[in-house]
């Protein structure tokens, strides 16, 4: 079923529901508002689909691009960049920076939407997860980062938290 969610982006009736759409800042609204979209954000989030199998859908995609032809996945690939808007992963990140520094005539539109995605994501919390295997009686001291920007050029802020513990 995940492989149909990354598959349903290509389908011929998502491009004809979006085709009168020619603004790449619409164009991510829309595409935002999308059941496809909406499912594949929530399966991304509960891991049914991976940043691994997003990267091989999209490189089985870039396999039909052809220099001088329309690329007939546009909409998927912007429709990718919509779910990764939001997604706090330096993968997301990533995708969407690699999107938006082509200079492509044939993918001019998923490239303008990847744009407008870089500039509209929020201040995401990069979040890592760790454990510590500690003795009782043992004292820990953790520094957590909880918040950091993913935009250097607007300040590269971080909020640390530092929290010590006692092992019972």
């Known amino acids: 079923?995940?492989?149909?969610l990354l598959e349903n982006l290509t389908?011929?009736?998502?491009?004809?529901?979006?085709?009168?759409v020619s603004a790449h800042s619409a164009l991510r609204a829309c595409l935002q508002k999308t059941r496809e979209v909406g499912e594949l954000a929530g399966a991304l989030r509960l891991g049914t689909i991976t940043e691994d199998g997003i990267e091989r859908f999209v490189s089985g995609l870039l396999?039909?691009?052809r220099i001088g032809e329309r690329f007939e996945h546009e909409i998927a690939l912007a429709a990718l960049a919509a779910v990764l808007e939001t997604r706090p992963t330096d993968f997301a990140e990533q995708f969407l920076q690699d999107?938006?520094?082509?200079?492509?005539?044939?993918?001019?539109l998923c490239i303008r939407v990847a744009r407008e995605c870089l500039k509209r994501r929020v201040n995401i919390a990069r979040c890592q997860?760790?454990?510590?295997?500690?003795?009782?009686d043992e004292e820990c001291v953790l520094s957590v980062v909880t918040s950091q920007s993913p935009f250097p050029e607007n300040g590269n802020?971080?909020?640390?938290?530092?929290?010590?513990?006692?092992?019972?």
């Open 99 to 108: 999107l938006s520094r082509l200079r492509l005539a044939e993918m001019s």
């Open 63 to 65: 396999k039909d691009l």
């Open 11 to 20: 389908s011929e009736e998502l491009a004809v529901r979006l085709a009168f």
């Open 157 to 168: 802020t971080l909020e640390n938290t530092t929290v010590t513990y006692k092992v019972a």
């Open 1 to 4: 079923m995940s492989a149909k």
């Open 129 to 136: 997860s760790r454990v510590f295997r500690l003795e009782p």
